[in-house]
């Protein structure tokens, strides 16, 4: 038995490289091996912050008797599906379509020519809660193949022929208009929890993308009901058990629909969008309780996601060691009992912070102890005192054995991160954090872009090293939308030129001649069926992620090229978006800075002149869905062009920084004063 997972970059993958079950990684020469030995292959999929890949990995998979009966019978593959996004997708298609639901760890059997015939997810050691054992599954699979071989052949070609026959309803190739976008709301409307906010029951997830659709939409409509709901679910959220409330950042999701106990992994992409929502909801509102969590988030990710070369890392993992049992569990690192509270703060504070975080004799979450929340009904304590009461906990909290963390740096997240990081630079005058935004983005264009004659973005790195697998869809969507949200923040054009690259590569190697896209390269491994939805998971589809960044880059360019092939794109959402808007949320608020335009903002001035720099922040601050900024001379140093496309024979007024905003090839008046710039740059008014 040898193992070949050891030398992978996949966090994921070597914290299998010791079992004794003979892995693979995804190879030609693992289905090679299933043909020359006439076996099937047994494909698991997972990733390193799954609770349930994990219990999986100890019952079954470190078991010597189940992995002798692996290596025996099966070529056994393991996939890191956030290395792999296009494999998983595949065979997650084919997992749902068979039996109506999907999650991970995923266990797919499959024929020497990659074709499914058997699918499951978990599966305990022993038969439970009406599931067959691992071990019976195996056997089973084992003996249909051995004895029922023509059987096994027909499902394998069946199965594939169905999911290649599987066509999306594409609808027109045309963006949705503002009849799609009210139909979508009211369709929120519907679904949406009044009582506890957010949408839908248990498990409930941080619906990021649908609340960035309706802080746009109440933007350019001035619709209360849209930024009501967004509103009180940010504050149901970041009251809840799901936002950590010492250290900031958000876990996966709630397994209750009150948001009180979470499914404790924290995620780089939950987090980047849901800080970007947060500081959208404080530049529409004001409001300090988003102001402080978008904060604290983007404070989160530097903190514990930053890693050594300026990236950022993939997830925190859910479970950690219990310091009493020496076992790891789910939750250890976060939960607290009224006792453990007292040992650390005193009685007085400890009873203080019992009430103030919901913390109960009973507990909230297993074994008597609870999930910090902050209650609405909660003590109305001194700010200083909550404050000082938090950052004593926190130091006692980073005593406990910490969770693991899969330092990967995928692309894709990163792109988000940025984005986010960015704009709370800007937002809150926070220097630094557009610091590491940009240390990010350095980061991906020296090791994860690669110029060559065949230009292409890598999916991940770690340690500073390319991983081996080509990007996908979504990382050239999010990473051009970071470099353009970090272009409009910074005044770099470079930033620009960057994002340019890539959305020409969306153009020339992800597009169909309908307008669709695809989430891999038309060069890209062929597999049983080339992926391509335009849904969103827990980020946004690749799809739609990429339509947002062509349509950003034509308004900072011009390029009418751009613009049409986002129009094209966003037909998709004109037939899903009224449907199923949960589901396609990012494609909505894509649609509404269509609608609106964008505007493209143009602010005229020295960089060094402060009344540039009021200028430059009273555009990033405006509302306007997906506006678009560029700051700076109307030509370089050496009289050459302008960075930007839109500062290009840009006067300045009466010698003063000057600021332009047009849209719908229409212009408004040059203004050299914030307060009329802010107008220009607001959304509707009700």
Same mark, same amino acid.
């Given at each position: 038995?040898? =193992?070949?997972?050891?030398?992978?970059? /996949?966090?994921?993958?070597?914290?299998?490289?010791? =079992?004794?079950?003979?892995?693979?990684?995804?190879?030609?020469?693992?289905?090679?091996?299933?043909?020359?030995?006439?076996?099937?292959?047994?494909? /698991?999929?997972?990733?390193?912050?799954?609770?349930?890949?994990?219990?999986?990995?100890?019952? /079954?998979?470190?078991?010597?008797?189940?992995?002798?009966?692996?290596?025996?019978?099966?070529? =056994?593959?393991?996939?890191?599906?956030?290395?792999?996004?296009?494999?998983?997708?595949?065979?997650?298609?084919?997992?749902?379509?068979?039996?109506?639901?999907?999650?991970?760890?995923?266990?797919?059997?499959?024929?020497?020519?990659?074709? !499914?015939?058997?699918?499951?997810?978990?599966?305990?050691?022993?038969?439970?809660?009406?599931?067959?054992?691992?071990?019976?599954?195996?056997?089973?699979?084992?003996?249909?193949?051995?004895?029922?071989?023509?059987?096994?052949?027909?499902?394998?070609?069946?199965?594939?022929?169905?999911?290649?026959?599987?066509?999306?309803?594409?609808?027109?190739?045309?963006?949705?208009?503002?009849?799609?976008?009210?139909?979508?709301?009211?369709?929120?409307?519907?679904?949406?929890?009044?009582?506890?906010?957010?949408?839908?029951?248990?498990?409930?997830?941080?619906?990021?993308?649908?609340?960035?659709?309706?802080?746009?939409?109440?933007?350019?409509?001035?619709?209360?009901?849209?930024?009501?709901?967004?509103?009180?679910?940010?504050?149901?959220?970041?009251?809840?058990?799901?936002?950590?409330?010492?250290?900031?950042?958000?876990?996966?999701?709630?397994?209750?629909?009150?948001?009180?106990?979470?499914?404790?992994?924290?995620?780089?992409?939950?987090?980047?969008?849901?800080?970007?929502?947060?500081?959208?909801?404080?530049?529409?509102?004001?409001?300090?309780?988003?102001?402080?969590?978008?904060?604290?988030?983007?404070?989160?990710?530097?903190?514990?996601?930053?890693?050594?070369?300026?990236?950022?890392?993939?997830?925190?993992?859910?479970?950690?060691?219990?310091?009493?049992?020496?076992?790891?569990?789910?939750?250890?690192?976060?939960?607290?009992?009224?006792?453990?509270?007292?040992?650390?703060?005193?009685?007085?504070?400890?009873?203080?912070?019992?009430?103030?975080?919901?913390?109960?004799?009973?507990?909230?979450?297993?074994?008597?102890?609870?999930?910090?929340?902050?209650?609405?009904?909660?003590?109305?304590?001194?700010?200083?005192?909550?404050?000082?009461?938090?950052?004593?906990?926190?130091?006692?909290?980073?005593?406990?054995?910490?969770?693991?963390?899969?330092?990967?740096?995928?692309?894709?997240?990163?792109? @988000?991160?940025?984005?986010?990081?960015?704009?709370?630079?800007?937002?809150?005058?926070?220097?630094?954090?557009?610091?590491?935004?940009?240390?990010?983005?350095?980061?991906?264009?020296?090791?994860?872009?690669?110029?060559?004659?065949? !230009?292409?973005?890598?999916?991940?790195?770690?340690?500073? =090293?390319?991983?081996?697998?080509?990007?996908?869809?979504?990382?050239?969507?999010?990473?051009?939308?970071?470099? @353009?949200?970090?272009?409009?923040?910074?005044?770099?054009?470079?930033?620009?030129?960057?994002?340019?690259?890539?959305?020409?590569?969306?153009?020339?190697?992800?597009?169909?001649?309908?307008?669709? @896209?695809?989430?891999?390269?038309?060069?890209?491994?062929?597999?049983?069926?080339?992926?391509?939805?335009?849904?969103?998971?827990?980020?946004?589809?690749?799809?739609?992620?990429?339509?947002?960044?062509?349509?950003?880059?034509?308004?900072? /360019?011009?390029?009418?090229?751009?613009?049409?092939?986002?129009?094209?794109?966003?037909?998709?959402?004109?037939?899903?978006?009224?449907?199923?808007?949960?589901?396609?949320?990012?494609?909505?608020?894509?649609?509404?800075?269509?609608?609106?335009?964008?505007?493209?903002?143009?602010?005229?001035?020295?960089?060094?002149?402060?009344?540039?720099?009021?200028?430059?922040?009273?555009?990033?601050?405006?509302?306007?869905?997906?506006?678009?900024?560029?700051?700076?001379?109307?030509?370089?140093?050496?009289?050459?062009?302008?960075?930007?496309?839109?500062?290009?024979?840009?006067?300045?007024?009466?010698?003063?920084?000057?600021?332009?905003?047009?849209?719908?090839?229409?212009?408004?008046?040059?203004?050299?004063?914030?307060?009329?710039?802010?107008?220009?740059?607001?959304?509707?008014?009700?």
């Amino acid at each position: 038995m040898s =193992n070949r997972l050891a030398n992978e970059t /996949s966090p994921y993958l070597l914290q299998h490289a010791d =079992n004794p079950v003979d892995w693979w990684p995804w190879s030609p020469a693992a289905f090679a091996e299933a043909r020359e030995r006439g076996v099937p292959v047994l494909l /698991s999929v997972g990733y390193s912050s799954c609770h349930w890949c994990h219990v999986m990995a100890h019952e /079954s998979f470190e078991d010597e008797l189940t992995a002798a009966y692996m290596n025996e019978h099966f070529v =056994n593959v393991k996939v890191d599906r956030e290395e792999r996004p296009d494999v998983d997708a595949v065979y997650m298609e084919a997992v749902q379509a068979a039996t109506g639901q999907g999650g991970w760890p995923m266990t797919v059997f499959l024929n020497d020519e990659a074709e !499914p015939f058997y699918f499951g997810t978990y599966f305990p050691p022993e038969p439970r809660h009406g599931m067959p054992s691992f071990s019976q599954v195996l056997e089973g699979v084992r003996t249909a193949w051995v004895g029922r071989p023509e059987e096994v052949a027909e499902v394998a070609r069946r199965i594939t022929r169905d999911l290649s026959e599987r066509q999306l309803d594409y609808g027109k190739a045309e963006a949705p208009g503002p009849e799609e976008a009210a139909r979508a709301l009211l369709t929120l409307t519907r679904e949406y929890d009044a009582t506890r906010g957010g949408f839908g029951g248990a498990p409930k997830f941080p619906p990021s993308m649908v609340l960035e659709f309706l802080l746009r939409h109440h933007a350019r409509t001035g619709a209360e009901g849209a930024l009501q709901m967004a509103a009180d679910t940010c504050e149901a959220m970041a009251r809840g058990g799901i936002y950590d409330q010492l250290g900031g950042g958000f876990a996966r999701y709630s397994v209750d629909r009150e948001w009180v106990v979470p499914h404790f992994e924290k995620m780089l992409y939950d987090n980047a969008l849901l800080c970007r929502v947060y500081a959208h909801l404080w530049r529409s509102t004001g409001s300090e309780l988003a102001r402080r969590v978008a904060l604290e988030t983007a404070d989160f990710m530097v903190r514990e996601l930053r890693t050594r070369e300026g990236g950022f890392a993939s997830a925190l993992d859910a479970d950690s060691e219990d310091p009493l049992t020496g076992k790891h569990v789910e939750g250890a690192y976060y939960a607290w009992t009224p006792a453990q509270l007292r040992e650390v703060l005193g009685e007085e504070d400890g009873d203080a912070a019992a009430l103030c975080f919901g913390v109960t004799e009973e507990g909230t979450f297993e074994h008597g102890t609870s999930v910090l929340q902050l209650p609405q009904d909660g003590p109305t304590l001194d700010a200083a005192k909550v404050a000082d009461i938090k950052a004593r906990l926190l130091a006692a909290r980073s005593g406990r054995p910490a969770p693991g963390r899969d330092d990967k740096v995928v692309a894709a997240w990163n792109g @988000l991160a940025i984005a986010a990081l960015a704009e709370c630079g800007a937002y809150f005058e926070r220097p630094d954090l557009v610091e590491r935004a940009t240390e990010a983005a350095d980061l991906l264009v020296r090791v994860h872009f690669d110029a060559t004659a065949a !230009p292409r973005l890598a999916r991940t790195s770690k340690d500073g =090293n390319v991983g081996p697998n080509a990007g996908v869809l979504e990382d050239y969507g999010d990473v051009a939308e970071g470099f @353009l949200a970090l272009a409009s923040v910074t005044g770099e054009g470079v930033w620009l030129e960057f994002a340019g690259f890539l959305v020409d590569l969306v153009l020339d190697r992800f597009t169909a001649e309908d307008g669709s @896209l695809y989430d891999t390269a038309h060069d890209a491994e062929k597999l049983i069926r080339r992926p391509q939805d335009p849904t969103d998971t827990a980020a946004p589809s690749g799809w739609t992620a990429a339509a947002g960044a062509l349509l950003s880059y034509a308004a900072q /360019s011009g390029s009418q090229a751009h613009r049409t092939a986002a129009e094209r794109a966003l037909g998709v959402v004109q037939a899903l978006g009224p449907r199923v808007p949960r589901f396609i949320g990012h494609g909505l608020a894509v649609a509404e800075a269509l609608m609106d335009g964008p505007r493209e903002v143009a602010v005229v001035g020295h960089p060094e002149d402060p009344a540039t720099a009021v200028l430059h922040r009273t555009a990033l601050l405006g509302t306007a869905p997906g506006a678009v900024v560029a700051v700076g001379l109307p030509r370089a140093a050496d009289g050459g062009a302008a960075e930007f496309p839109l500062l290009a024979d840009r006067a300045l007024k009466d010698d003063l920084p000057t600021a332009y905003v047009c849209r719908h090839f229409v212009c408004a008046r040059p203004t050299t004063e914030p307060a009329e710039l802010a107008e220009q740059v607001a959304g509707a008014r009700p």
